[in-house]
């Protein structure tokens, strides 16, 4: 096997190790929704929320900055062991201080309401606080066996989390049914023990064990500071409405908004992953000033539109067959924010020009922005519309985001690159899938459905069929000359 060739293997299989974990979410959804109570459902998704929202004031971002900062110690052993044990001691402080933060503070101001689930306010907080310390633990080993190359490390940690996160769901609603409390109790404690098992054969792999050195302390701590307000912001931001709907309307109306953002979200891991692959081609070029290739560009977004019109209708396709009746309500929530790629997977491009010319502060300006935008227009749609106005509130900031994030971009340099047929097609699938948002499809006869859900897809195709007959013929070709050329292989392997 060629280096080259290895280097590609590789790179799938961290991806595919890497995708392993978040894609619990998904393929748990329908023993979720079968063994727990709406409400159940939002508190696990709460429990969620709560952590991600914990770990930058767990961490004070070193988990971000110590994969990088690992390539200044790897000259000999000591050195190494200097790092690893200085990082991990950091770890353990900040959260022993934050334990003794959650003793001193008064619970009582914090925005949750949690007495239907019969779980103590102070064991929910100090079980997502576990939660969290272990999530950072394990994105810095992450980091640190992916710089070593160390895929068996690798493999076997994301293995043991998703089989803790596994076996602590089954033991805590289906054996022992506990709903999301025992859901919530076992994971922690199966991701715990996971952590601890690694942190300690790590210390025992070290020839020069526990270490310590200020200044490796010091420098973590510079390096790491700014990012913590960065995560910290960008976190929050992106939890606000999730946030804002339980104070509102309480943990049932969370529960399916929760699980309607767990569908969406995997049309975003899908559109993004394959983005992975082409806006670093797209850097490469803009970085050494060459003239962009905005063929790949438009075949992504064209891409992007198909996808999304007809996620609409396997979304109808899973809910109808596999979820239970309380989350037929998701549908319309669906409906809403799987519109949210579009400009999110566009504001990527715009997003370029700020690495480019170094002025990557802008970035937390949009965080800081999207997290003010979120709070108002949660509040205000949430308290008039409910749980689609709060949707609606997540769809406009985006928006708002990408035209601002397009705005200084054009400052910095302007582009060729003209998106008017990008934003005529998104008018046209956003009034589809609006529209779709006020239909209660699953009273409808089957039949009527599957054409309703089908509709956006059969418009962008009439659409594309118009305004661009070339390039939709071109990607037919493309399709068919796959086909053909995998049919001829059958033929001659026999």
Known sequence: MSQKTSIFSNAIIYTLLGFLPLSFSLFFVPIYTKYLSVEAYGL?????????????????????????????????????????????????????????????????????????QNINLYYFVTLALIFAFCTNIYRFLLALYRNESDLKHYSILNISYFVAILIGSILGIIIL??????????????????????????????????????????????MSFPLFFSMLIGNFAYSMDK????????????????????????????????????IPQLFEKMKDN??????????????????????????????KFFIPVEYNLSLSIISILSLVILPKILQQFYLLYFYK?????FILYLNITYLINISILSYILGTFYGIKGVAFAVLISGWINYFICKYFSSLLEKTIF??????????????????????????YQFFYSILITLSPFLLVLLFYMIMRKEDLMGYIKSVKTILFKNKLWELNRH
Not at 206 to 211: A, E, P, S, Y
Not at 300 to 318: K, Q, T
Not at 357 to 361: E, F, M, N, P, V
Request: proline content about 1%.
């Open 44 to 116: 696990l998704n709460y429990f969620t929320i709560f952590s991600s929202l914990l770990m930058p004031i767990v961490s004070l971002g070193i988990d971000q900055s110590a994969g990088f900062l690992y390539w200044d110690y790897t000259k000999d052993n000591y050195e190494k062991s200097k790092f690893l044990s200085s990082t991990i001691f950091l770890f353990l402080s900040i959260f022993c201080l934050s334990f003794f933060g959650l003793i001193v503070i008064k619970l009582n101001i914090l925005p949750i309401t949690i007495n239907s």
């Open 177 to 222: 049914k506990l709903g999301a409390k025992g859901a919530i109790e076992a994971r922690t404690l199966g991701f715990f023990i996971v952590i601890c098992v690694f942190v300690v054969y790590l210390s025992l792999k070290n020839k020069h064990r526990f270490v310590l050195d200020k200044s490796v302390m010091k420098t973590l701590i510079k």
């Open 243 to 278: 946030l804002v709907l339980e104070k509102i309307n309480g943990m049932s109306l969370l529960g399916i908004y929760a699980f309607a953002y767990t569908i969406s979200y995997t049309l975003d891991i899908l559109l993004s992953s394959i983005g992975n692959s082409i």
């Open 290 to 319: 060459l003239e962009l290739d905005f063929k790949i560009l438009n075949a992504w977004i064209d891409f992007i539109f198909v996808m999304c019109s007809i996620f609409i209708f396997l979304s109808f396709i899973f809910i």
């Open 357 to 361: 010319y170094k002025k990557t502060k």
């Open 418 to 443: 003209k998106p008017t047929f990008f934003y005529y097609l998104a008018i046209l699938l956003s009034s589809m899938f609006l529209v779709i948002s006020n239909l209660n499809l699953f009273k």
